[in-house]
């Protein structure tokens, strides 16, 4: 069987940390990386050498954070891609493994946050589907405190890293990513949704269920077009990928009027 030789580009620890530093990440700073690793080229080291690189910009005083979520910790009910049968329904709510920040792994975020997650030093938040991981000096500060019944919220580490005033850097993914976005949903009163899932309570698992806002990625692509037309974002390329960077607090700041005007809720 023959297979098609790798086109590249090559990338290396030290090569994708020279063009990081050239699209602007800086020493020191705190920086939410939304990732795709096949969009870079061919990588050295995969996953691990681009988390090397990352952490090598970012020096001994910054701290990296990821999407870590579990997704599929959630009410079957609800499952599409793909649906299971409702006779299973019951027992995988009483059998779903409770959600544990040390083992439980990341789903639908690529392979980077995976290595983050499994990094030396690294912590996670406690939500069992929206959870973020994080490397460096703020990483406990960012992650403290993440409210089950506030996955993408004001008790999530999104608004951490507003506080922190951290900037997001889009490597080799789309706005359709960029979860700070869900931060403004929260602040233009959507629609509350039953949530649930299995997690570990000081008498054992159980299966809990919560109310929270409803989250959607739908017209964040053309939210963040919007975006980049009218605020600063620093486009550039990493190996073969695409990035952006910029402002964590700029984008929740103009997501909320846009998501207010182009995404309206019905009234209620």
Request: hydrophobic share 40%; glycine share 8%.
């Amino acid at each position: 069987m023959s297979m098609t030789p790798p086109t590249g580009p090559m990338c290396t620890r030290d090569s994708l940390a020279a063009e990081l530093r050239d699209v602007g990440l800086r020493s020191g700073e705190t920086v939410l990386v939304h990732s795709s690793l096949s969009s870079l080229g061919w990588v050295c080291g995969g996953a691990v050498a681009v988390v090397q690189a990352l952490l090598d910009v970012l020096g001994d005083d910054g701290t990296l954070v990821v999407p870590t979520q579990s997704g599929d910790n959630s009410d079957p009910a609800g499952w599409v891609n793909p649906p299971v049968p409702e006779a299973w329904w019951a027992e995988i709510r009483a059998s779903m493994p409770a959600y544990d920040a040390r083992t439980t792994p990341t789903r639908s975020v690529g392979v980077i946050p995976e290595a983050v997650r499994n990094w030396p030093g690294a912590v996670r938040s406690a939500h069992p589907q929206t959870s973020f991981a994080a490397v460096g000096p703020r990483a406990a500060a960012v992650v403290d405190g993440h409210a089950l019944d506030c996955g993408l919220g004001e008790r999530s580490p999104l608004a951490r890293l507003e506080e922190a005033g951290a900037r997001i850097l889009l490597l080799g993914a789309g706005f359709e990513s960029c979860t700070a976005f869900h931060l403004a949903e929260y602040r233009i009163s959507a629609p509350q949704v039953d949530n649930s899932f299995a997690v570990m309570t000081p008498q054992g698992r159980r299966w809990a269920t919560v109310r929270d806002t409803a989250i959607t990625e739908d017209r964040f692509g053309e939210l963040g077009a919007a975006f980049e037309e009218e605020r600063p974002v620093v486009r550039g390329t990493v190996g073969a990928a695409d990035t952006r960077l910029f402002s964590l607090v700029d984008a929740v700041a103009y997501a909320e009027p846009w998501l207010a005007e182009h995404r309206p809720h019905p009234a209620r």
